[in-house]
């Protein structure tokens, strides 16, 4: 339903205006009246109309003045003004106060309905705009604040996350849901992340443009903070085409996240990338390319379990190897590069592709590590011990004195390593081993506590709200995948 206010002072002119659009705007309408500008400031403030249809000479508040205050409001609807001839000067003042459009008295018909569905699309796109990026805050957040409003998003059947891979897809999805609304949470390059209402499924599934595309499609959900879990299940979808040729060839297509999937027990892999991450500032090449072929073998003949399993890897890289070493990713061009690559591993067209720019992100980075350990070779025998030994009681007068190193000496050289002060590294090796306990969902929370090093409950609880934003609990909630 869109609300619309007519402001005028004179009756007749109210009435006729509300009879063209009764009988003219095809969708449903509320219309309200004000017969000055303070009681159609009043309504704004109440109704919060879509569209404010004002004349600029009115008793008590003119238009001018109405349009001002309404500048000021939060939720501010279209405005279209009305005036005569010689009422320039106001009209120059309408526009700056952000009308969309300005008509002249006596008012044409046709004029004033294209007027108010120029209106109508132009409010649609603001409200759509500011909904689209409260559901991109949920993803980012993972929860729904209690304060969070999000008007005109109605998922009264349900809805699903859609991913959809290919040149030009941004306009193919638009033309495909040009009949229903639909918000965005992701667009870039050949990639377009879509939330669509449930009933809406049937477009994406029938029309013939999209053969050409890969398309993942989520489970379907009735609550909205499940929306990253709902993104996620859409990424990890359209992973399921690089598992259909045998080649791991991208194949077009329509693909679902399992509506039963199984939790899938990813310790072997954990292990697996932690042998070659952890001693690349001592491996030599042949070693870490056996390594990476063993992480990358998708042995499984089930293509959503090998979907599942490059999904955990491919996050695995995003969320660990990329910060793990800040002092190099951080300002090395080529490894910077290198990860935009990886981070969009739909642009790959096989499989071999995307592995082959892992590998030589990690090849590089273990060159430099080397060159880093062979002047200070005590930061990777210390790194090691603290990667050994982060779930004890350890501090960094304990590390320094393993690797025999002067105190202040090893302070200095290991930020300049890390990119980070040493309480800083603990706290961020025992946060993601505390989310890793936590996504198994096995463990209670002050058993998390202990297993990851903080020991203490309480300050386990204050610095996991500190560090990732949410507490334990909210943490299970929104990144285990039921």
């Not at 500008?37 to 000479?57: S, Y």
């Not at 009422?87 to 526009?95: G, N, P, S, T």
């Not at 359209?238 to 679902?256: A, I, P, R």
């Not at 590294?425 to 903080?454: H, M, N, P, T």
Request: hydrophobic share 40%; proline share 2%; net charge negative.
């Amino acid at each position: 339903m869109i609300t619309i206010i007519i402001a005028d002072d004179e009756k007749i002119i109210r009435a006729g205006i509300a009879k063209i659009l009764r009988d003219s705007i095809k969708i449903p309408i509320e219309i309200l009246e004000a017969k000055n500008g303070k009681e159609a400031l009043e309504l704004c403030k109440k109704e919060q109309p879509d569209v404010l249809i004002t004349d600029i000479r009115m008793p008590i508040m003119d238009g001018v003045e109405l349009m001002q205050n309404i500048a000021e409001l939060e939720n501010k609807p279209s405005m279209i003004v009305s005036s005569g001839y010689d009422d320039f000067v106001f009209a120059k003042a309408a526009i700056q106060s952000g009308a969309t459009s300005y008509i002249l008295k006596p008012l044409d018909k046709k004029e004033l309905v294209e007027a108010v569905e120029k209106a109508i699309a132009a409010h649609r796109k603001t409200e759509q705009k500011k909904n689209e990026e409260t559901l991109k805050n949920i993803v980012d957040e993972g929860r729904l604040d209690s304060s969070t409003e999000i008007s005109g998003v109605k998922f009264e059947n349900g809805f699903y996350c859609v991913v959809v891979i290919g040149n030009h897809c941004k306009s193919i999805l638009s033309q495909v849901l040009n009949s229903v609304d639909y918000w965005t949470l992701e667009s870039k390059n050949g990639f377009e992340c879509v939330v669509i209402p449930r009933e809406a499924l049937y477009l994406i599934e029938t029309d013939l443009s999209l053969n050409q595309y890969i398309v993942g499609i989520s489970n379907s959900s009735n609550n909205v903070s499940s929306l990253r879990i709902s993104k996620k299940q859409a990424v990890e979808a359209v992973l399921q085409s690089y598992f259909v040729k045998e080649s791991f060839e991208k194949m077009n297509g329509c693909y679902y996240f399992p509506e039963n999937a199984m939790e899938s027990n990813w310790s072997e892999i954990d292990t697996a990338y932690e042998k070659i991450v952890s001693k690349l500032a001592i491996s030599e090449v042949k070693e870490i390319s056996s390594g990476l072929k063993k992480l990358f073998a998708f042995e499984n003949e089930n293509k959503e379990y090998n979907a599942a399993l490059l999904f955990y890897i491919y996050n695995k890289l995003n969320a660990n190897l990329f910060t793990r070493f800040p002092g190099w990713t951080d300002n090395d061009l080529y490894l910077h590069l290198k990860g935009i690559m990886i981070e969009n591993i739909w642009q790959y067209k096989n499989l071999k592709e995307w592995n082959n720019c892992v590998s030589d992100y990690i090849i590089y980075l273990s060159e430099l590590l080397k060159k880093e350990t062979s002047e200070y070779p005590f930061i990777d025998e210390a790194l090691e011990y603290v990667k050994e030994n982060f779930t004890k009681n350890i501090n960094m007068a304990m590390v320094a004195n393993q690797v025999s190193i002067n105190y202040t000496w090893f302070s200095e050289k290991f930020k300049e390593h890390t990119g980070m002060v040493f309480n800083e590294y603990l706290r961020k090796l025992r946060i993601e081993e505390a989310c890793r306990l936590l996504e198994k969902d096995c463990y209670k929370v002050y058993e998390v506590a202990q297993k990851s090093g903080f020991g203490d409950v309480k300050y386990f609880m204050k610095t996991f709200k500190e560090e990732t934003g949410f507490s334990p609990t909210e943490w299970k909630k929104t990144h285990v995948l039921k």
